[in-house]
């Protein structure tokens, strides 16, 4: 479904992404790990074509997305930060993201949106939200368009436990529908939940790139923090 | 592409600093033209205050504002969409807004007080100029990540065309007064947006006999028709060149 091959990006002297080759599937679910700086957001923000990379290949459904841009209907994205123009009700955010992507379309997936109960505060304007409600707005955005790809830049932070539930159990039912799903996140315990697979990135390399399963029984550990923490200790291989 | 500028140009005609914008520019005209009693003499007054505050007003606001949409900018571009499009709405949802608050607030008062050829070309000048500044803050902006940094740039930007280049312009003209420089003035007027809408208004007023030897140039060259067109080209060109340089930076950059 996507694979890259050799990417690599480089801010000045820093190397945020080194020669990244990784595959990844549909019904895959992949956390993206690694400390701050280690390219994460860059390799996100590559394959939503928001940063050139200097080489290397990016392919999505077998077809290159480099220069490209109509293969981001396939996509989803939910921002870490959802910062939207002050005075834009919340309708009519869905409003125009509707206008621009939604041509064509006959289904929308309007799920969280009748979770979040959205109706209720469309009228208000965006400025006026909380953070937590700008990320369900951000969160309703990602899925409205049923893509077959999400990109999940820490879903979780600043949602109430019940409305991080609410997505929770939302991802988890997309990666049953087949979707390849992409998240990123400091809450390992929400990583275990979700995810199948772990994409260890340290200056911008790949350090490993396994399913959560393989990761358990190689370090005899039950629960993802720990494994990860007994690889760091020893030795990343 | 219209269907995104709908929606800035909805966000942004809601702007507090928009509204005090078009209200100070409503303000300032009427006042002057009740205080100096005839039109001609407010229309000076006036042409002095909006040269200095439509640049103003339009660079800072475009620069703040596209600092702010950052992040709206990146959900955007995310989107199935062209990055040039995104660039164009935004250029286009600031250029119609504030085209519109100098509509209101220097239209209305012309249309009362000078309805008449100079008011008219006032108030065109004034929209050039805010076209033209937002284009120029909008490539400031694209070509500096800090916003601290590009607000800065942003007001010396302004700071130069506004004030700075007539005072180096005067001096090249002291220094080589021995010389004739009535054509290289013409060039150097071209060179800055603001002095060439100064000169376009100042000779619709008839009052270019008061500029001297160099007056009688401009009228010479620019009371002409084909003066008028120069003046259009040079001020298209003012928006054009920025806009489109702004819009290739875009489509290449790392968001």
Same mark, same amino acid.
């Given at each position: 479904?996507?694979?890259?091959?050799?990417?690599?990006?480089?801010?000045?002297?820093?190397?945020?992404?080194?020669?990244?080759?990784?595959?990844?599937?549909?019904?895959?679910?992949?956390?993206?790990?690694?400390?701050?700086?280690?390219?994460?957001?860059?390799?996100?923000?590559?394959?939503?074509?928001?940063?050139?990379?200097?080489?290397?290949?990016?392919?999505?459904?077998?077809?290159?997305?480099?220069?490209?841009?109509?293969?981001?209907?396939?996509?989803?994205?939910?921002?870490?930060?959802?910062?939207?123009?002050?005075?834009?009700?919340?309708?009519?955010?869905?409003?125009?993201?509707?206008?621009?992507?939604?041509?064509?379309?006959?289904?929308?997936?309007?799920?969280?949106?009748?979770?979040?109960?959205?109706?209720?505060?469309?009228?208000?304007?965006?400025?006026?939200?909380?953070?937590?409600?700008?990320?369900?707005?951000?969160?309703?955005?990602?899925?409205?368009?049923?893509?077959?790809?999400?990109?999940?830049?820490?879903?979780?932070?600043?949602?109430?436990?019940?409305?991080?539930?609410?997505?929770?159990?939302?991802?988890?039912?997309?990666?049953?529908?087949?979707?390849?799903?992409?998240?990123?996140?400091?809450?390992?315990?929400?990583?275990?939940?979700?995810?199948?697979?772990?994409?260890?990135?340290?200056?911008?390399?790949?350090?490993?790139?396994?399913?959560?399963?393989?990761?358990?029984?190689?370090?005899?550990?039950?629960?993802?923090?720990?494994?990860?923490?007994?690889?760091?200790?020893?030795?990343?291989? | 592409?219209?269907?995104?500028?709908?929606?800035? &140009?909805?966000?942004?005609?809601?702007?507090?600093?928009?509204?005090?914008?078009?209200?100070?520019?409503?303000?300032?005209?009427?006042?002057?033209?009740?205080?100096?009693?005839?039109?001609?003499?407010?229309?000076?007054?006036?042409?002095?205050?909006?040269?200095?505050?439509?640049?103003?007003?339009?660079? +800072?606001?475009?620069?703040?504002?596209?600092?702010?949409?950052?992040?709206?900018?990146?959900? &955007?571009?995310?989107?199935?969409?062209?990055?040039?499009? *995104?660039?164009?709405?935004?250029?286009?949802?600031?250029?119609?807004?504030?085209?519109?608050?100098?509509?209101?607030?220097?239209?209305?008062?012309?249309?009362?007080?000078?309805?008449?050829?100079?008011?008219?070309?006032?108030?065109?000048?004034? +929209?050039? *100029?805010?076209?033209?500044?937002?284009?120029?803050?909008?490539?400031?902006?694209?070509?500096?990540?800090?916003?601290?940094?590009?607000?800065?740039?942003?007001?010396?930007?302004?700071?130069?065309?506004?004030? &700075?280049?007539?005072?180096?312009?005067?001096?090249?003209?002291?220094?080589?007064?021995?010389?004739?420089?009535?054509?290289?003035? *013409?060039?150097?007027?071209?060179?800055?947006?603001?002095?060439?809408?100064?000169?376009?208004?100042?000779?619709?007023?008839?009052?270019?006999?008061?500029?001297?030897?160099?007056?009688?140039?401009?009228?010479?060259?620019?009371?002409?028709?084909?003066?008028?067109?120069?003046?259009?080209?040079?001020?298209?060109?003012?928006?054009?060149?920025?806009?489109?340089?702004?819009?290739?930076?875009?489509?290449?950059?790392?968001?």
């Amino acid at each position: 479904m996507l694979q890259s091959s050799n990417l690599s990006k480089s801010f000045g002297k820093l190397k945020a992404l080194d020669q990244v080759s990784v595959q990844m599937q549909a019904g895959q679910a992949v956390s993206l790990i690694g400390p701050n700086g280690s390219g994460k957001t860059t390799f996100i923000k590559c394959l939503l074509g928001l940063v050139i990379p200097d080489s290397g290949a990016l392919t999505l459904r077998g077809q290159s997305i480099l220069g490209t841009w109509d293969y981001r209907r396939h996509i989803g994205y939910m921002p870490q930060i959802g910062r939207y123009p002050d005075h834009m009700k919340v309708g009519q955010v869905f409003d125009m993201i509707r206008e621009i992507r939604g041509a064509g379309m006959k289904h929308f997936d309007d799920d969280l949106i009748k979770a979040y109960e959205v109706d209720k505060f469309a009228h208000k304007a965006m400025r006026t939200l909380s953070g937590g409600t700008r990320q369900k707005v951000s969160a309703c955005l990602a899925f409205l368009f049923d893509p077959e790809v999400l990109v999940l830049d820490e879903p979780t932070a600043g949602l109430d436990p019940l409305a991080s539930e609410i997505l929770k159990e939302k991802v988890l039912a997309e990666k049953e529908k087949g979707k390849l799903i992409l998240v990123t996140s400091h809450i390992l315990s929400d990583l275990e939940e979700l995810t199948t697979d772990v994409l260890y990135l340290i200056d911008g390399q790949v350090q490993f790139y396994q399913s959560i399963a393989q990761l358990k029984s190689r370090t005899g550990e039950e629960k993802l923090n720990r494994a990860l923490a007994r690889i760091m200790r020893n030795d990343l291989q | 592409m219209f269907r995104i500028v709908k929606y800035v &140009l909805y966000d942004i005609l809601q702007n507090r600093m928009v509204i005090g914008y078009t209200l100070f520019l409503l303000a300032v005209s009427l006042g002057l033209f009740n205080l100096s009693g005839e039109a001609t003499k407010g229309m000076v007054s006036l042409l002095n205050i909006i040269l200095i505050v439509t640049p103003l007003v339009s660079i +800072i606001f475009s620069t703040i504002h596209f600092y702010n949409a950052t992040e709206f900018i990146e959900l &955007l571009a995310a989107q199935p969409i062209r990055r040039s499009i *995104l660039i164009w709405s935004e250029f286009l949802g600031l250029a119609g807004a504030l085209s519109l608050a100098v509509m209101i607030g220097i239209g209305i008062p012309v249309a009362l007080f000078a309805p008449n050829a100079t008011g008219i070309t006032l108030m065109l000048m004034a +929209i050039a *100029l805010s076209v033209s500044f937002v284009a120029i803050a909008l490539l400031a902006s694209v070509l500096t990540r800090d916003k601290a940094r590009g607000i800065g740039v942003a007001l010396m930007l302004w700071f130069y065309f506004a004030l &700075l280049y007539d005072a180096l312009v005067l001096f090249l003209m002291f220094s080589f007064a021995d010389y004739p420089l009535e054509k290289v003035m *013409l060039a150097f007027i071209a060179l800055n947006p603001i002095d060439l809408a100064r000169v376009v208004v100042l000779l619709q007023m008839d009052i270019s006999a008061l500029m001297g030897y160099t007056g009688a140039l401009y009228r010479e060259f620019l009371g002409t028709g084909w003066g008028i067109t120069f003046a259009t080209l040079v001020l298209t060109a003012w928006i054009l060149i920025p806009i489109l340089l702004a819009v290739r930076v875009f489509r290449k950059k790392d968001l």
